[in-house]
């Protein structure tokens, strides 16, 4: 039987504030195409600005999908995004469009171009000796004990996200570590053709970028998002929320003063901005972008994709 060609994407990555949302409309502009978001933050309803989510204008320059999908707190793993991701792709393309994939979520990338990474199973015991020991040490103790075994996985996920921390633990008691399952998964067979980009900032002018995006986020309506999540959820919203929110809610209910507020998302969020950089580095056969893009250069490789 002979095998169907794969699905031809466009990927364009790149760390938070790069100027990914802009390279992708512009690019599925050029080449009749659609973009499907890959990003795990803009994917939850009503967090907006927060997220840096395309803008209604943004939106209706071309069609959207995957974003606004899930409320606030609700679980959503790669597997259960790269089944959704797979759906919008096999209805672009059905339609002789262009799926343009972006975003800057590694995990999402990889589940997508090669499939779901295998882990062990879960350890209700283990989990629960993390779990207790997180909460009588402190979430910073367990990071630090993730860094002694898995200084990568460390490096990719924040001290205060227990879930991802107890989860590398867990990988890792099983022999092999979280990173070492990772690196095998990216040679793993392609899903899709892809032409996959990654938008390549000098360092300063991504800070620059991720300060005044923050800023702006103060300005422009974060602290009501965070009054609204504040009202729907009865004064307990969810623990989980993306970056910018606990802050924000802090700064809402007189916790923090806005500006130790915007210091504190500023750092996370440049945080969060080089474990990105991480994952797209171990990525293979990317190509990273310098500004100016050569837009008409990105179109053409996709139509001679092979």
Not at 22 to 47: F, H, K, N, P, T
Not at 72 to 85: N, S, T, V, Y
Not at 205 to 225: C, Q
């Amino acid at each position: 039987m002979e095998r169907r060609p794969l699905t031809l994407l466009a990927v364009v990555a790149g760390p938070t504030a790069s100027g990914k949302t802009r390279l992708a409309i512009d690019l599925a502009r050029l080449v009749g195409g659609e973009v499907v978001s890959a990003d795990s933050q803009q994917l939850y309803r009503g967090l907006d600005v927060g997220t840096a989510k395309p803008t209604a204008a943004e939106r209706a320059e071309v069609p959207h999908h995957l974003l606004d999908v899930a409320e606030p707190g609700e679980g959503m793993d790669a597997a259960r995004w790269c089944a959704l991701a797979d759906r919008a792709i096999a209805d672009i393309a059905g339609r002789g469009r262009v799926p343009v994939v972006a975003g800057g979520t590694g995990l999402y990338l990889r589940t997508l171009l090669h499939g779901v990474v295998e882990a062990p199973g879960r350890d209700p015991e283990l989990r629960a000796r993390l779990e207790a020991e997180a909460a009588r040490l402190g979430r910073e103790a367990l990071h630090r004990r993730l860094a002694e075994v898995d200084p990568e996985a460390a490096a990719r996920i924040r001290p205060n996200d227990l879930v991802r921390v107890v989860r590398a633990l867990e990988i890792a008691a099983g022999g092999r570590t979280q990173s070492e399952l990772f690196a095998a998964h990216r040679f793993r067979p392609d899903r899709y053709r892809a032409r996959l980009w990654a938008i390549d900032l000098p360092r300063p002018e991504l800070h620059r970028r991720i300060d005044a995006r923050v800023e702006s986020m103060f300005d422009g309506g974060i602290l009501v998002e965070a009054r609204a999540l504040l009202e729907r959820f009865g004064g307990a919203p969810p623990a989980k929320l993306p970056i910018g929110y606990a802050e924000a809610i802090a700064c809402v209910r007189g916790e923090v003063p806005r500006a130790e507020a915007v210091r504190r998302v500023r750092a996370a969020t440049r945080r969060y901005a080089r474990r990105q950089l991480v994952w797209l580095r171990g990525e293979r056969e990317v190509e990273w972008l310098r500004p100016p893009v050569d837009l008409a250069r990105l179109a053409a490789a996709c139509r001679s994709a092979p």
